[in-house]
């Protein structure tokens, strides 16, 4: 406070020393800087650009400089054309100008072009607008998505056919540009298929071509390489299966051991080879009648004969002739024409399974691997477990014996471990135990016993 008061004192002290002539040739000066400063800023904020459109099209940007020209508005251009910026105080009074005279120009307008009516519109513009106006409102739902800047959807949507054999199948293209670079993931791409498809009757994920600006194809590479894209699927399978083995072993071998003490790698090999059978059998047996269809004709047919006599004169001399009517003969001529149909039981069954079995008991035996096979019939059911739990038993055998071209000293032992043995035993188990030892298989069996 002592400051300031000092520093007005001296103020006072050298205004009252100055003449009065001294004294307004200061005022002006200090009147002068005010109304300078504030007319160098009111000029600044005249001149500050704000972004009148973006992401224009060349053709818009282009009218939109014309027009601009011609309104006399300063503009800048940017983003390489596609963007262009006025004067901040200019900005919702241009735009306003700009749409009376109909720019940018309306795209995507999607179901909004249905209201217009045209009189004299042929089927063929009306179903031009409709293509127009779907592809439009699928920009709309695509562009929404933040990682794309723009989209334009084409669609192929054949006539009708008379037969199913001459129909084609309604296909599409997605061409999206992308936000700075940021990539579409997987499961985006997909839905962006699936989002077009389930907007066409008839379309499928897999007629969906999406690509990016740049023209590299994105989703689409089923319908050309199938065999690429499954081995894509296949291997992201496998990866899922080791990561999830790998996690349940790391956490039992860390509970028994200690964490950080153990490391664990898996490596799951699938058998993705499929065979489909089709059996179509027929019972003669069980016929049943499915239509019947009977004709019947009636008809009669009447014979006879006139018996006559010799001829008698009459009161006026003429000769009469008497007859005597004959014995006739009525005969029927009656038929029926019966037509069945009968149908016959048919039963049809698809099978679907691997053309060979996906565990190598041989290669699980030489480098001497864990098989742990879970019968349990709480699971699976009495049957299904006796059932897996016989095949099982001859295939292991089998896969000893085949050591035969392995040198004795050379074959890894193998314990076989059968817990309620009873439920699977065969002469296989009999076999094992006298001829498998010197292919090194032991058994250990196992029941309970009370």
Do not use: C
């Not at 009218?63 to 390489?80: A, F, P, S, W």
Request: no cysteine; proline share 4%; charged share 20%.
């Amino acid at each position: 406070m002592d400051a300031m008061k000092r520093l007005f004192e001296h103020f006072y002290g050298v205004v009252g020393r100055m003449a009065p002539s001294q004294i307004l040739l200061g005022a002006i000066v200090v009147i002068g800087m005010i109304v300078g400063t504030i007319m160098i800023v009111s000029w600044a904020k005249d001149q500050y650009y704000a972004p009148l459109y973006t992401g224009l099209s060349s053709e818009d940007a282009g009218n939109i400089v014309e027009r601009l020209k011609e309104m006399k508005i300063q503009y800048q251009i940017g983003d390489n054309g596609g963007s262009i910026s006025v004067p901040s105080n200019d900005v919702y009074e241009t735009r306003m100008k700009l749409a009376t005279a109909g720019l940018p120009s309306p795209q995507n307008i999607g179901y909004a072009l249905l209201d217009q009516t045209n009189i004299g519109m042929t089927d063929f513009l009306q179903k031009v607008n409709y293509r127009r106006a779907l592809e439009g409102e699928l920009v709309r739902t695509i562009t929404g998505l933040s990682e794309v800047a723009a989209a334009r959807v084409h669609l192929v949507i054949p006539e009708d056919r008379l037969f199913r054999e001459d129909q084609h199948t309604p296909t599409a293209s997605v061409v999206v540009k992308l936000q700075g670079g940021m990539p579409l993931n997987k499961r985006q791409l997909q839905g962006v298929a699936y989002l077009v498809a389930s907007s066409v009757e008839g379309m499928t994920p897999d007629k969906v071509t999406i690509i990016d600006s740049d023209g590299n194809l994105l989703s689409g590479m089923q319908a050309s390489d199938e065999s690429a894209m499954l081995s894509a699927t296949q291997f992201d399978m496998r990866k899922n299966i080791e990561n999830y083995l790998e996690q349940k072993a790391q956490s039992l071998m860390s509970d028994v051991i200690g964490a950080g003490r153990a490391v664990v790698r898996v490596t799951a090999e699938l058998n993705f080879e499929k065979s489909n059978t089709q059996i179509e059998q027929y019972d003669p047996d069980l016929v049943a009648i499915r239509s019947e269809q009977r004709t019947t004709q009636k008809g009669s047919q009447l014979e006879g004969a006139l018996a006559q006599t010799s001829p008698t004169a009459g009161a006026d001399g003429a000769a009469t002739i008497p007859t005597t009517p004959a014995a006739t003969n009525t005969t029927s001529d009656n038929s029926e024409d019966v037509i069945t149909n009968y149908e016959v039981s048919r039963t049809i069954r698809n099978i679907i399974g691997q053309n060979k079995s996906a565990f190598d008991f041989r290669k699980v035996m030489d480098e001497g691997k864990i098989l742990i096979i879970n019968l349990s019939k709480g699971r699976m059911g009495e049957e299904n477990s006796n059932f897996l739990g016989l095949v099982m038993v001859p295939r292991l055998l089998a896969a000893a014996m085949s050591r035969a071209d392995v040198p004795e000293a050379q074959r890894r032992p193998f314990y076989l471990y059968v817990d309620e043995f009873q439920n699977y035993a065969t002469p296989d188990f009999a076999t094992i135990l006298s001829e498998a030892r010197k292919y090194k298989l032991n058994m250990i069996v196992a029941n309970q016993f009370t």
